[in-house]
C-alpha cells in the first residue's frame, strides 16, 4: 500500500566530529552557558579544572535555554574556540 | 533483551546488534541492557531481516570476511553463541525460544492490517490514526500546491510541506473542511514567537493549545460550547490532534524521542476549541489580538492541562476574579512567584455574565485577578522561588504575574454552568501567543 509520509525523508549528510585534541595545554576553550538553572556553577567548576590543565577559557551564553544557539553565538565559538564544553540542564 | 544483556556481558566486539526498531527505541533497548557494541536499526519494511531470513529474533548470524552469512543461532542459545563467538558464555537460563519477527509475521500472515501498518511506522500518537492514501491526501490539500513549504519544524527541521501537513491531516482525521484551520495552526506554531523547539522537546508537559475566532468555527463546527475542552466534537479532536501529529512525525518530537516531557498529560493528544463569541460579553481574543472582527483566525497557545475552577456563589465581581486568579496561584510552583509566563483562562458564560452585569470589561477583570493574588516575600521563600523573591524583604508584597497582560482571558463552554479553567504555563520558554488568520484559499 502507498503512502504519503508525514515525515520529512530526506538523508542528511552527517557532519563529522572535528579531530579531537591531544591535550588541552594552550587550548581555547568555549564555555557555553545554555541559561540554565545552576548551569554557570558547574562551568565555574569546569573552568577550574580546565585552567589547571593549561587551557585558556571564555564564558558564552546562548540568549535562553528553549531555543537553539543563534548564528552569532556558533560563529563566536568557531572563531574564538578550540574547544567547547556547554552546561545542559539544571 | 535477554541475548543482548547476556552479550553485553561478553562484551565482543565483533557483535553487532540490528534491532528491529525506530533509532530511538533501539537506543533505548541497548540502554536498559547495558549493551555496548555496535546498535543498527531495521524498521519497517525489515529489508536486512528479509535479506537474512530471519524468522525469529533474536537470530544471530556469523557473517565471514568475504561477506557470506554462515552460522546462525535462533532464540536463545548459550551453547550455541559460545560455539558462534569462541568463548565461554555461564550463567542460567542456557536456552530460551524467541519470537516471530516482525517482517516475518507480516509476510507469513499476509501482511499488516493498515492500522497496524501506521503503528509499526510510528505515524501515531498511540491512537489508531486514519491512513494518509494519496487519495485522501490530495483531497485534504483540496488543489493547492502541495510543495508549499510552510517552514521547518523543530526540533527536526522537516520541512512542512501542504502535503506532509495534509497528511497528518489525513492521520488526525480531519475533514478536507478542517485544512485551513490546520494550516494557520501550523503556521502560528512555526511562528519563532511560540518557539516550538522548545514547547515541543521540554521535560514540561507542555503542548500547544489552539484557540478558533470568527465565522470559520460555524461550517467546520468547532466547539466553544457545552464541553468544550473535552471530548465528542470532531473538529476539535482532529484539528488539535493535526497539529500535534505535525510537531511529533514531522518535527520529529515523539513522546519518549526528541519530545523530553517528564510526564505530559492527555491533552498533549489535542488540545482546540472556539471561543464561544456568541456568550461572550467582550471582544474576541483575535479582535483584541488586532484582527477584523469579520476575519477567522487562530491563536495558538502553550501551556499544560486546564484545572478546573468551580464558583458557585460569588455575587460581587471581585470574589469571582479572585477566586479565578487565586486558583492559579499555585502554577509551575507554588512559590514561583512572580511568573512571567501567559495563564490562559477559560471564563465559562455564566462567570463571564456575572462580571459583564457588573459592568467589568476585559481590562477590569484582568486587573482585579493581577491585584488579587499578592503574597509577603517571606512566606514564599520556600523550596522553588525567584531571584526576586530571594532578594527581597520577608514584608516585601510579591505578585503572582509580572504584569496583568500574561493574564488572558478567552470566554468557552456551555450556558449552565460556573466551571471556568485555567491553563498551567509553559514556563521560562519566552513562548508568545502566536495568531494567525485562517485563509480558506491557503
Same mark, same amino acid.
Given at each position: 500500500?502507498?503512502y504519503?509520509?508525514?515525515?520529512?525523508e *530526506?538523508?542528511r549528510?552527517?557532519?563529522?566530529?572535528?579531530?579531537?585534541?591531544s591535550a588541552l595545554?594552550?587550548?581555547r576553550?568555549?564555555?557555553?552557558?545554555?541559561?540554565k538553572a545552576?548551569?554557570?556553577?558547574?562551568?565555574?567548576?569546569?573552568?577550574?579544572r580546565?585552567?589547571e590543565?593549561g587551557?585558556?577559557?571564555?564564558?558564552i551564553?546562548k540568549e535562553?535555554? =528553549?531555543?537553539p544557539?543563534?548564528?552569532?553565538v556558533?560563529?563566536?565559538?568557531?572563531?574564538?574556540?578550540?574547544?567547547?564544553v556547554?552546561g545542559l540542564a539544571d | 533483551?535477554?541475548?543482548?544483556?547476556?552479550?553485553?556481558?561478553?562484551g565482543?566486539a #565483533?557483535v553487532?546488534?540490528?534491532?528491529?526498531?525506530?533509532?530511538?527505541?533501539a537506543?533505548?533497548?541497548a540502554?536498559?541492557?547495558?549493551?555496548?557494541?555496535?546498535?543498527l +536499526? #531495521?524498521?519497517?519494511?525489515?529489508?536486512?531481516s528479509?535479506s537474512?531470513?530471519?524468522?525469529?529474533?533474536p537470530?544471530a548470524? $556469523?557473517?565471514?570476511v568475504?561477506?557470506?552469512a554462515r #552460522?546462525? /543461532?535462533?532464540?536463545?542459545?548459550a551453547e550455541?553463541?559460545?560455539s558462534l563467538?569462541?568463548?565461554v558464555?555461564?550463567?542460567e537460563?542456557?536456552s530460551?525460544?524467541g519470537?516471530v519477527a *516482525?517482517?516475518f509475521?507480516?509476510?507469513?500472515f499476509?501482511?499488516l492490517?493498515?492500522?497496524?501498518?501506521m503503528?509499526?511506522r510510528?505515524?501515531s500518537?498511540g491512537?489508531?490514526?486514519v491512513p494518509p492514501?494519496?487519495e485522501r +491526501?490530495?483531497?485534504m490539500?483540496?488543489?493547492?500546491?502541495?510543495? *508549499?513549504?510552510?517552514g521547518?519544524?523543530?526540533?527536526a527541521?522537516?520541512?512542512?510541506?501542504?502535503?506532509?501537513?495534509?497528511?497528518c491531516a489525513?492521520l488526525?482525521g480531519?475533514?478536507?473542511?478542517y485544512?485551513p484551520i /490546520?494550516?494557520?495552526?501550523?503556521?502560528?506554531?512555526?511562528d519563532p514567537?511560540?518557539?516550538a523547539?522548545?514547547v515541543a522537546?521540554?521535560?514540561?508537559?507542555?503542548g500547544?493549545?489552539?484557540?478558533?475566532?470568527?465565522?470559520?468555527r460555524?461550517?467546520?463546527?468547532?466547539?466553544?460550547? !457545552?464541553g468544550?475542552?473535552?471530548?465528542?466534537t $470532531?473538529?476539535?479532536?482532529t484539528i488539535?490532534r493535526a497539529?500535534?501529529?505535525?510537531?511529533?512525525?514531522?518535527g520529529g518530537?515523539?513522546p519518549?524521542?526528541?519530545?523530553?516531557?517528564t510526564?505530559g498529560?492527555?491533552?498533549k493528544?489535542?488540545?482546540?476549541f472556539?471561543?464561544?463569541?456568541?456568550?461572550?460579553?467582550?471582544p474576541?481574543?483575535?479582535?483584541?489580538?488586532?484582527?477584523?472582527?469579520g476575519?477567522s483566525a487562530?491563536?495558538v497557545?502553550a501551556?499544560?492541562?486546564p484545572?478546573?475552577?468551580s464558583?458557585h $456563589?460569588s455575587?460581587?465581581?471581585e470574589?469571582?476574579?479572585?477566586?479565578?486568579?487565586?486558583?492559579?496561584?499555585?502554577?509551575? =510552583?507554588?512559590?514561583?512567584?512572580? !511568573?512571567d509566563?501567559?495563564?490562559?483562562?477559560?471564563?465559562?458564560?455564566?462567570?463571564?455574565?456575572?462580571?459583564?452585569d457588573?459592568?467589568?470589561?476585559?481590562?477590569?477583570? $484582568?486587573?482585579? !485577578?493581577?491585584e488579587?493574588?499578592?503574597?509577603?516575600?517571606?512566606?514564599?521563600r520556600?523550596?522553588?522561588?525567584?531571584p526576586? /523573591?530571594?532578594?527581597a #524583604?520577608?514584608d516585601?508584597?510579591?505578585?503572582k504575574w509580572?504584569t496583568?497582560?500574561k493574564?488572558v482571558?478567552?470566554?468557552?463552554g456551555?450556558e449552565?454552568?460556573?466551571f471556568?479553567a485555567?491553563f498551567?504555563?509553559?514556563?521560562g520558554m519566552?513562548?508568545e501567543p502566536?495568531?494567525k488568520?485562517?485563509?480558506w484559499?491557503?
Open positions: 500500500m502507498e504519503v509520509s508525514p515525515i520529512d *530526506r538523508v549528510e552527517p557532519i563529522p566530529f572535528a579531530s579531537r585534541p595545554e594552550g587550548k576553550v568555549a564555555l557555553l552557558d545554555i541559561t545552576r548551569g554557570s556553577e558547574f562551568l565555574d567548576r569546569v573552568e577550574q580546565l585552567r590543565h587551557a585558556q577559557t571564555f564564558r551564553s535562553i535555554f =528553549s531555543k544557539a543563534s548564528l552569532d556558533i560563529e563566536e565559538i568557531a572563531l574564538r574556540g578550540d574547544l567547547t556547554e | 533483551m535477554l541475548a543482548l544483556r547476556r552479550l553485553a556481558a561478553v565482543s #565483533d553487532v546488534c540490528i534491532a528491529q526498531e525506530r533509532p530511538e527505541v537506543a533505548r533497548l540502554r536498559r541492557a547495558g549493551f555496548e557494541q555496535t546498535v +536499526v #531495521d524498521p519497517a519494511p525489515y529489508a536486512v528479509r537474512f531470513g530471519v524468522e525469529t529474533v537470530t548470524v $556469523r557473517i565471514d568475504d561477506g557470506r #552460522d546462525r /543461532v535462533v532464540g536463545w542459545d550455541g553463541y559460545s563467538l569462541g568463548v558464555i555461564d550463567g537460563p542456557r530460551k525460544p519470537c *516482525r517482517g509475521f507480516e509476510e507469513s499476509g501482511g492490517d493498515e492500522l497496524e501498518d503503528f509499526e510510528g505515524w500518537d491512537l489508531p490514526v492514501t494519496p +491526501v490530495e483531497a490539500v483540496g488543489g493547492r500546491d502541495g510543495a *508549499r513549504s510552510l521547518l519544524v523543530p526540533p527541521q522537516g520541512e512542512a510541506t501542504l502535503e506532509r501537513v495534509a497528511a489525513v488526525a480531519c475533514r478536507p473542511a485544512f /490546520v494550516v494557520a495552526a501550523v503556521e502560528a506554531a512555526l514567537r511560540f518557539n523547539h522548545g522537546v521540554t521535560t514540561q508537559p507542555a500547544p493549545i489552539v484557540v478558533v475566532n470568527g465565522p470559520a460555524e461550517p467546520v463546527g468547532v466547539n466553544g460550547g !457545552m468544550a475542552l473535552g471530548p465528542g $470532531r473538529a476539535n479532536a488539535g497539529l500535534r501529529l505535525v510537531l511529533a512525525l514531522t518530537a515523539y519518549g524521542g526528541l519530545d523530553r516531557a510526564l498529560h492527555a491533552g493528544l489535542f488540545c482546540c472556539a471561543e464561544n463569541e456568541e456568550a461572550s460579553p467582550w474576541a481574543l483575535h479582535v483584541e489580538r488586532g484582527l477584523a472582527p476575519a487562530v491563536t497557545f501551556g499544560d492541562a484545572l478546573s475552577i464558583d $456563589r455575587k460581587a465581581p470574589e469571582l476574579a479572585a477566586t479565578l486568579a487565586w486558583a492559579a496561584a499555585g502554577q509551575w =510552583s507554588p512559590f514561583w512567584w512572580p !511568573m509566563d501567559t495563564s490562559l483562562f477559560v471564563v465559562c458564560p455564566e462567570h463571564a455574565a456575572l462580571f459583564a457588573a459592568g467589568w470589561d476585559k481590562e477590569r477583570v $484582568r486587573s482585579a !485577578m493581577f488579587a493574588v499578592v503574597r509577603p516575600a517571606g512566606e514564599l520556600r523550596g522553588e522561588t525567584t526576586l /523573591v530571594h532578594a #524583604d520577608d516585601t508584597p510579591i505578585q509580572t496583568p497582560e493574564i482571558l478567552v470566554v468557552a456551555g449552565a454552568g460556573r471556568s485555567v498551567g504555563p509553559c514556563d519566552k513562548s502566536v495568531t488568520e485562517i485563509l484559499s491557503t
